[in-house]
Nanobody, 113 residues
Framework: VQLVESGGGLVQSGGSLRLSCAASGITFGNYNMAWYRQAPGKEREFVAAITTSGATNYLNAVKARFTISRDNAKAMVFLQMNKLKPEDTALYYC????????WGRGTQVTVSS
């Protein structure tokens, strides 16, 4: 199983980024997918999730700014991040969950003030 994140980078406050996660080695459509993040010195926290049926859930701090989506045909999950804030700076991880849980290695997002 492999989850590979991409799309991170350095952006100014108020800017946007779109993260992607490409999955392989799993029947993607059977997995609930999520994004987590971990800032330096802090614990990893949940950001957004999307179920196999497309239902979504978000961390309150990112509601109305972030949008999670999935493309089952391409085995990919996305996180559109708008109106980014310096406090969004973190390493963002892709997560796949069914009977097992799998993690990617992360993509760095840095938001400058």
């Amino acid at each position: 199983v492999q989850l590979v994140e991409s799309g991170g980078g350095l952006v100014q406050s108020g800017g946007s980024l779109r993260l992607s996660c490409a999955a392989s080695g799993i029947t993607f459509g059977n997995y609930n997918m999520a994004w987590y993040r971990q800032a330096p010195g802090k614990e990893r926290e949940f950001v957004a999730a999307i179920t196999t049926s497309g239902a979504t859930n978000y961390l309150n701090a990112v509601k109305a700014r972030f949008t999670i989506s999935r493309d089952n045909a391409k085995a990919m999950v996305f996180l559109q991040m708008n109106k980014l804030k310096p406090e969004d700076t973190a390493l963002y991880y892709c997560n796949a969950r069914r009977t097992g849980v799998y993690w990617g290695r992360g993509t760095q997002v840095t938001v400058s003030s």
